[in-house]
DNA sequence: GAGCACTGC
């Protein structure tokens, strides 16, 4: 294994060497399996260099020859360009050239690029016009276990390419309580009621492999009894891990902003009152909304003497990797989004966690030495807990994942083979959306133009058809523009502690009073005009510059999409002044409608809103420029549960006769249970 | 009066 010794000379020091790595000495048999079996089920810890490694095993044993790309997913883009960046460094060769990436407006590869990293998400994009993806002769999928959709997806769809190329090779990486369920599902039949195709057998088709373990154990610890306020009994092991445990620094995992926030003032206080008794203390908080560069302050290296105490959410379970953590508390539970298919409501509510993300959590502290995990549960507790989190496709609106799939081909979405299939329900209230919206016809299939148009577009549902709705109204400029800006998913502003009244005074300068979506607009023709795209104009303006520059991007990419639909959009009557501004916003709002008609709502004397079936009392997000504002109808962009209230988010007034003027359908009276417009 | 985390050529 010469090679190894010989790559490993160009490791920065910072890296573990290729040779170090457990999983070098698997690699003979590692090829075999692959070799001899078209699937091959991975186990192996973070750290195991199955990411890095695997890919460079197959290289140099000739599966690129002929022309063929090694494919290997990632759920994030993020590791996708770290994984990418580094196997090239291994390899000797620059990012682009024999390995490359590619991720959403970043294309790292070229014709030479035979290891290509991609997310997952882009690879099923590429299955659009590629449909056996016949230009990979292995594909794997890394950080299987997590089960997003588009992983979910695309197991589903190797399962089904595999019949007709027996040759590609699947690798599957995966936690260990998972990897039967992946083998199962790829052995098991797709459709039992049909005659055996081949001559396979069930033993031909997979193997699990595990790789070896970390090198540093960790101690389990458990409550006695359970404790009644996991947040202060967190606080309390923070402050007697600092006084009785040897040097390290702490990963606390709590459910969200709020708690994070309380637990870092608290933590500073309690220390400060313990005085000088112990070493400094140094809590920080780690969550999305934090800006980059406050996200950032957790990977500095604490002052000589100074123990680091990081309070985060779920984001550093897998999407972030902090050395030097020696201790982690578990509070057990996370903040789970899921979705109801009666009310079409989303909620964010917490939830206990699995088994999975437990032993996950626990992972983090033996990154570099031994480490110890404090969880703020019974071992009791812990037995009963799920071995994993329901995967997200069977909690979440499949509009998107229906459109995607029959844009791939596959009609009869009930008889796709899911990996877990999701609950019918979800599955009827889907359809019942794409048909309202005209992307579905009678027979369910995909419509044309329409249909195709929005599943190419990366936007959900109501917002393709609301954008391709545009030109009719003569806004599509406009209308690119709140389509980027609303999928940045609330992003837009940031403030640190206290600049919150800062904030809103900014926000308010660019208010417009029909609603958040002309305010975004507004927002956006600020940065690109008098900003000059620069991030000063977002510091200045308490807008988050990351989220801003996205959105131009965003923007880019949607236009490109509609171009080639050969819809042109003419950004002249976008920058000039207009003559007649409150004619394009009423274009804007009745566009909106044609495109939200099922996301409409109407204000009720208290001040709250009932959506049309008329069931559920819905607020308007404090966030809102609807908060505290009289409206009458208002069609909204997103409603989430969290805690004891219904949220509806990014709301714009319009009339209730457009609703019958758009959506004739989905508004008809039929039955005492519809959706009449009163 | 307030939202976990991802993502799409």
């Known amino acids: 294994m010469a090679e190894f010794d010989l790559d490993s000379s160009f490791i920065p020091a910072l890296h573990k060497p290729a040779a170090l790595l457990p999983i070098a000495k698997h690699r003979e048999s590692l090829l075999y399996v692959i070799e001899t079996y078209p699937v091959t089920i991975v186990i192996g810890q973070t750290g195991s260099g199955k990411s890095t490694q695997i890919p460079q095993f197959l290289k140099s044993a ?25 196997v090239a460094e291994e390899v000797g060769c620059e990012i682009g050239k024999e390995v490359g990436y590619s991720i959403r407006f970043e294309d790292i590869t070229s014709s030479a690029t035979r290891v290509k990293f991609l997310t997952d998400g882009l690879l099923i994009r590429e299955a659009l016009v590629d449909p056996l993806l016949s230009r990979y002769s292995v594909i794997m999928v890394d950080e299987a276990h997590e089960r997003s959709i588009s992983t979910d997806i695309l197991l ?13 090779r ?27 195709e081949d001559g396979e057998k069930k033993d031909d088709v997979g193997k699990i492999v595990s790789l070896e373990g970390r090198t540093y154990p960790i101690d389990v610890l458990y409550l006695e009894s359970p404790a009644d306020n996991y947040l202060e009994r967190a606080i309390d092991t923070v402050l007697d ?16 902003r709020e708690e ?27 969550y999305a909304g934090l800006s980059t560069e406050q996200q950032m302050y957790v990977f500095d290296k604490p002052p000589e003497g100074t123990r680091k105490v990081i309070f985060s959410t779920n984001i550093a379970e897998a999407s972030v990797t902090i050395d030097g953590i020696v201790y982690v508390i578990d509070s057990g539970f996370v903040k789970l989004r899921a979705y109801s298919p009666m009310t079409g409501i989303e909620s ?82 889907a359809l019942e959306l794409l048909y309202a919206l005209g992307a579905l016809d009678e027979y369910a299939k995909l419509t044309r133009p ?33 389509a980027a800006m609303t999928s940045l998913g609330g992003s837009v502003w940031f403030y640190h502690d206290g600049d919150q009244k800062r904030m809103e005074n900014s926000r308010r300068k660019f208010a417009v009073e029909e609603g958040d979506h002309l305010t975004l607009l507004n927002v956006y023709t600020a940065f690109v005009t008098r900003g000059n795209k620069e991030s000063r104009f977002c510091h200045d303006k308490n807008l988050n510059y990351k989220s801003m520059t996205r959105a131009v991007s965003i923007r880019g990419q949607l236009k490109r999409y509609l171009e080639r639909f050969n819809i042109v959009v003419d950004e002249s009557l976008a920058s000039q002044p207009k003559g007649d501004a409150s004619k394009t916003a009423e274009q804007i709002r009745r566009c909106l409608t044609s495109g939200y008609f099922a996301h409409a709502a109407r204000m009720q004397p ?57 959506a004739p359908e989905f508004y008809k009276v039929t039955d005492t249970r519809s959706r009449e417009v009163v």
């Not at 790829?186 to 055996?196: C, G, I, M, V, W």
């Not at 019974?378 to 037995?383: A, I, M, P, R, V």
């Not at 549902?461 to 209308?479: D, I, N, R």
């Not at 714009?652 to 019958?660: D, F, R, V, Y």
């Open 450 to 482: 329409l249909g195709f148009r929005m599943a190419e577009l990366a936007v959900e549902p109501m917002m393709a058809k609301t954008l391709l709705s545009a030109q009719s109204f003569s806004c599509l400029s406009e209308m690119l523009t709140i």
């Open 170 to 196: 699947i690798i599957i990486s995966s936690a260990t309580l998972q990897a039967e369920g992946f083998l199962k599902f790829f052995t098991r039949s797709s459709d039992e009621q049909a005659p055996k």
């Open 241 to 256: 891990i600092h006084a009785q445990e040897g040097e390290g620094d702490i990963l606390v995992f709590l459910t969200g």
């Open 260 to 286: 994070i926030d309380h637990a870092v003032q608290a933590t500073s206080e309690r220390a400060a009152q313990a005085g000088s008794r112990y070493g400094a203390i140094q809590p920080l908080p780690l």
């Open 62 to 86: 000739g599966w690129c020859s002929d022309g063929k790309t090694i494919g290997v997913t990632q759920p994030r883009r993020v590791a996708v360009t770290t994984v990418a960046v580094r």
């Open 606 to 662: 208290d001040g709250t809103y009932r959506n049309v079936a008329g069931g559920t009392v819905l607020h308007a997000h404090p966030s809102s420029l609807m908060f505290n504002r009289k409206a009458d109808w208002v069609v909204f962009h997103e409603v989430m549960e969290t805690g004891e209230k219904t949220f509806i988010r990014d709301i714009t007034k319009i009339e209730k006769g457009w609703l019958l003027e758009y």
């Open 348 to 429: 964010l509510t917490a939830t206990p966690i699995s088994k999975a993300s437990a032993s996950q959590r626990a992972g983090r502290a033996g990154r570099t030495k031994p480490g110890k995990c404090f969880r703020l549960y019974t071992e009791q507790h812990f037995e009963g807990l799920a071995d994993a989190n329901a995967p997200e496709l069977q909690r979440s609106n499949l509009a998107p994942v229906i459109l995607q799939l029959k844009a791939l081909g596959i009609d009869n979405v009930v008889r796709f083979d899911f990996l877990s299939p999701p609950p019918s329900e979800l599955m009827s209230k």
């Open 156 to 168: 589903g769809l190797l399962k089904k390419i595999r019949k007709k190329r027996p040759e590609l």
